[in-house]
T-cell receptor, first 114, second 114 residues
């Protein structure tokens, strides 16, 4: 069975600093995708970044980047130059290639302080 | 603009009444999903549909029903059999099997049953 674990229920960071959110996963498949979703106070789920397991290069999207360690089954999200608008719940999710479902972690609540 | 709409944003019902939550997408996605989110919790899958006129139970289907008569629409009915229906409900869609599994989310409906 696939599982996704986020071990940090809550984190905080000062504006303009860097923060890293952790995610570990388990799957027996070789073809899969990993995602980070953001849910701000508006509760709209927004895709932050996507990583394809067969790609060794870590994905980046502006201030957001991942550290994908396939052997360790780790997929952490780094947010650089944190902004107040980054305050949100962040969910890590796993999709096996060809599967119809996403498996979500329980989320990390990130607060960016001014 | 392509996207997913959910209506209404807030819904209030008396205990014992059935209520239907709307979800419409114009992304031409094959697959659609319903999730429930309780305060401070992650997402739990209620039902999903890979194709018109077909759907499968998720992890917490008891007390809920769905239909998929059109590709664009996937309404969720919360029945009186659902013991604790007050929650935030999210609808999502994806391109379906054989793709990355990336899901796009609607803005959600907050259901309160008293």
């Amino acid at each position: 069975a696939q599982t996704v674990t986020q071990s940090q229920p809550e984190m905080s960071v000062q504006e303009a600093e860097t923060v890293t959110l952790s995610c570990t996963y388990d799957t027996s498949e070789s073809n899969y995708y990993l995602f980070w979703y953001k849910q701000p106070p508006s509760r709209q789920m927004i895709l932050v970044i996507r990583q394809e397991a067969y790609k060794q290069q870590n994905a980046t999207e502006n201030r957001f980047s991942v550290n994908f360690q396939k052997a360790a089954k780790s997929f952490s999200l780094k947010i650089s130059d944190s902004q107040l608008g980054d305050t949100a719940m962040y969910f890590c999710a796993l999709s096996q290639g060809g599967s119809e479902k996403l498996v979500f972690g329980k989320g990390t609540k990130l607060t960016v302080n001014p | 603009d392509g996207g997913i709409t959910q209506s209404p944003k807030y819904l209030f019902r008396k205990e014992g009444q059935n209520v239907t939550l709307s979800c419409e997408q114009n992304l031409n996605h094959d697959a659609m999903y319903w999730y429930r989110q309780d305060p401070g919790q992650g997402l739990r899958l209620i039902y999903y549909s890979q194709i018109v006129n077909d759907f499968q139970k998720g992890d917490i289907a008891e007390g809920y029903s769905v239909s998929r008569e059109k590709k664009e629409s996937f309404p969720l009915t919360v029945t009186s059999a659902q013991k604790n229906p007050t929650a935030f409900y999210l609808c999502a869609s994806s391109r379906g099997r054989g793709t990355s599994g990336e899901q796009y989310f609607g803005p959600g409906t907050r259901l309160t049953v008293t």
